[in-house]
């Protein structure tokens, strides 16, 4: 059993020429190959196979951060094929009307390239709002399987995981102000709102939480943690009810993100399952025995699967 996981999935936008993303027509391309390879599992064999900790072969869909690209080409696409897909919902969006951290990195890399927004960026950080005790683990274990140049890099590793979490927001909060003077125009087409939501749910997705603030969750003290966990499933079930599936995903993913005690956190609060970024199938020992880190593969692992920049020219 294969879950695959995606982020952007949209067309080319020449206003954002160095935005990573897998082009839609890609995206159906690699929903046929998927098909013709190994098929895919429907929504009530796959709740059987979780119940049951027995794993059946076949591909499950799922899609990170409730992007508007899930809703306006994703859902078109797994309805017509009669799919389900599970998507992974950070809920501060809907609280503070603001893009989360991460993707705020993304859209200034996005239009500005990772040399301009490196350069930047040095002229604000110092020293003391670096952490850095574990800096050896957090460079050997991050975006080893993006194919981004070393600005980009060094950027995404610095605001992601090196800074202090007390300086993080201020200093994005700079280099928003400095590039995007008018941040505010970019949340009504980011995120699904509210209603899509509902609609997604209605239509037989699954909507599991992926935290409130996308935080890497071992970062945070275990009471932090389950403040993330708790309130983004109170949210959740205020937009869409009460679920038959309650799922969850770690932000970044990788054995670096979380602890045992977050898995112990997760079983705690009732969630089903929960999925890392391992790159290999699903066996019955996960399932039986560690269903709160169940690997995935990144779809650019398979054909027609890999994320490009606009500026990159064709593709295959």
């Not at 897909?85 to 500005?112: C, E, N």
């Amino acid at each position: 059993m294969k879950a695959i996981m995606y982020h952007y999935v949209r067309p080319d936008n020449h206003s954002i020429p160095y935005f990573r993303h897998l082009h839609v027509d890609n995206f159906v391309k690699q929903l046929d190959y998927f098909e013709n390879e190994f098929g895919f599992i429907s929504r009530m064999d796959f709740q059987e196979c979780i119940s049951l900790a027995e794993p059946i072969k076949g591909v499950v869909l799922t899609f990170d951060d409730g992007f508007k690209d899930h809703y306006q080409y994703v859902l078109p696409e797994l309805l017509k094929r009669d799919l389900f897909g599970i998507f992974y919902i950070p809920t501060s969006p809907f609280i503070t009307g603001k893009l989360i951290d991460v993707h705020r990195i993304h859209m200034l890399i996005g239009k500005y390239g990772g040399n301009t927004i490196s350069d930047a960026m040095q002229r604000i950080l110092t020293k003391d709002m670096l952490s850095l005790e574990r800096v050896k683990e957090f460079q050997s274990e991050t975006y080893s399987r993006q194919n981004n140049d070393s600005s980009t890099n060094y950027v995404k590793r610095m605001l992601n995981y090196f800074i202090d979490y007390r300086y993080r927001e201020n200093v994005i909060d700079r280099l928003m102000s400095d590039f995007y003077p008018k941040e505010s125009d970019l949340i009504h087409d980011f995120y699904m709102t509210k209603s899509e939501l509902k609609h997604m749910h209605n239509s037989g997705m699954v909507l599991g939480s992926h935290t409130v603030n996308h935080p890497v969750m071992s970062k945070l003290s275990i009471e932090y943690q389950e403040r993330e966990v708790v309130q983004s499933f109170d949210m959740l079930e205020s937009i869409i009810g009460k679920s038959t599936i309650k799922t969850f995903c770690y932000p970044y993913g990788g054995f670096h993100t979380f602890t045992s005690q977050t898995e112990r956190l997760l079983e705690k609060n009732g969630c089903h399952f929960s999925f890392n970024v391992e790159s290999r199938d699903i066996n019955q020992e996960d399932l039986a025995n560690r269903r709160q880190a169940l690997p995935r593969f990144d779809c650019n692992e398979f054909p027609h699967g890999s994320s490009m920049e606009y500026r990159s020219g064709p593709r295959e």
